[in-house]
């Protein structure tokens, strides 16, 4: 079965450090990659989706970047974190027809 | 563009209530997904329903239920009989076959307190 697996759970980071979040899902090939931001307990936004290795889209621009180095694997970056890049991170999958999606258990995220 | 919008910021019920969570959607797509998910205190995202474009038929799961309406666009959840367990913040859910690859457009979410 498929599982979609995304660390640290929680992280408090100063302003100014880097950021590295990563998520892998097992059980599949090839599976479209997204990463979703939650700020302020509300609202989920799409920031970046993949559908293959090295291919990213940013739907929003913003301080943060995000690769896929490996075909299930999908890293959530940023060189300098800001305090508004506060929020409760999720990472998901779906098949390529982008039908179903899975989410993993999220980072949530403080800056300090 | 493709919209999502859910009117209910909160709602409050006693148990053993029926509550219903109101969604309109926006799209130009004629191929098109509707979901309903379940965030708990814990955060994750908990998938409730999926429902395409072409099919209109209402779905009863147990105490819940989903009415979609092609006329009005809009997918509204029912929970009848409400119980505290049912706590949470519940988005719906878009995702056309016409625009951005990828694009699942999410509502601002209603969050539903259940009161013992």
């Known amino acids: 079965s498929q599982t979609i697996h995304q660390w640290p759970a929680t992280l408090v980071q100063p302003v100014g450090s880097p950021l590295s979040l990563e998520c892998t899902v097992e059980?599949?090939?090839?599976?479209?990659l997204y990463w979703y931001r939650q700020a302020a307990g509300r609202g989920l936004q799409l920031l970046f989706y993949?559908?293959?290795?090295?291919?990213i889209s940013s739907e929003v621009p913003q301080n943060l970047s995000a690769s896929r180095p490996q075909d299930r694997q999908f890293i959530l970056s940023s060189k300098k974190l800001l305090l508004s890049d506060s929020g409760f991170y999720l990472c998901?999958?779906?098949?390529?027809?982008?039908?179903?999606?899975?989410f993993g258990s999220g980072t949530r995220l403080t800056v300090v | 563009a493709q919209k999502v919008t859910q009117a209910q910021t909160e709602i409050s019920v006693v148990e053993k209530e029926d509550v219903t969570l109101d969604c309109v959607y926006e799209?130009?797509?004629?191929?098109?997904?509707l979901f309903w998910y379940k965030q708990p205190p814990s955060g994750e995202l908990v998938f409730l329903i999926r429902?395409?474009?072409?099919?209109?038929q209402n779905e009863i799961s147990g105490r819940y239920s989903w009415n979609f309406q092609k006329s009005t666009s809009s997918f509204n959840f029912t929970i009848t009989a409400s119980q505290v367990v049912d706590s949470a913040v519940y988005f719906c859910?878009?995702?056309?076959?016409?625009?951005?690859?990828?694009?699942?457009?999410f509502g601002k979410g209603t969050k539903l307190s259940v009161k013992p």
């Open positions: 993949s559908v293959g290795i090295g291919q």
């Open positions: 998901a999958w779906s098949a390529g027809t982008g039908i179903g999606y899975t």
């Open positions: 059980g599949t090939s090839n599976p479209n």
């Open positions: 859910a878009l995702r056309g076959f016409g625009g951005s690859q990828g694009n699942l457009i």
């Open positions: 799209t130009r797509d004629t191929t098109y997904y």
């Open positions: 429902r395409n474009s072409f099919d209109e």
